[in-house]
């Protein structure tokens, strides 16, 4: 886990994982309802998903490498689990919606998978920054009670 020295007595402070990696992830969740909305007139569109995948196995063991320990941490933990389990259900719940609102002859109905593929990477984004924010906060906080202790 990276860490940052706040002080000469002060224990380390646990640093996250950098927002743009959040974008990524929300990206590479994202990227098969785009794919499937515009890669039958942009060919090259439809291998989003394997080019983002590239990137972020690339990325994971080079620029992420130090910081692999805590990326699994945060995608292992309880919050993270929640989280795939409820945007598997926001994708079902807005396909269903989507097909049972917009009619086939309707404009909107061609756009079914751009807009899952939006709701999905802010969700995906925002949900694991969020569920970062509180592992780092129970971390930092346990180490400052220790440090509080010891003195």
């Not at 490498?65 to 309880?78: C, D, M, N, T």
Request: proline fraction near 3%; charge should be positive.
């Amino acid at each position: 886990m990276a860490t940052t020295h706040v002080g000469p007595t002060q224990t380390p402070q646990v640093e996250g994982l950098p927002v743009w990696y959040f974008g990524l992830a929300g990206a590479l969740v994202a990227s098969y309802d785009i794919s499937q909305q515009f890669g039958s007139t942009h060919p090259v569109v439809a291998a989003l998903p394997l080019v983002l995948a590239v990137a972020h196995i690339a990325l994971w063991f080079t620029v992420l490498s130090r910081r692999r320990e805590f990326i699994r941490a945060v995608w292992r933990s309880k919050q993270a689990r929640l989280l795939a389990v409820l945007l598997s259900a926001v994708r079902l719940g807005l396909q269903l919606l989507l097909t049972k609102v917009l009619d086939e002859s309707t404009a909107l109905h061609s756009y079914a998978h751009l807009v899952m593929g939006l709701v999905l990477l802010v969700l995906t984004s925002v949900g694991a920054w969020f569920d970062q924010w509180l592992i780092l906060r129970t971390l930092n906080r346990t180490e400052d009670k220790t440090e509080a202790r010891s003195r």
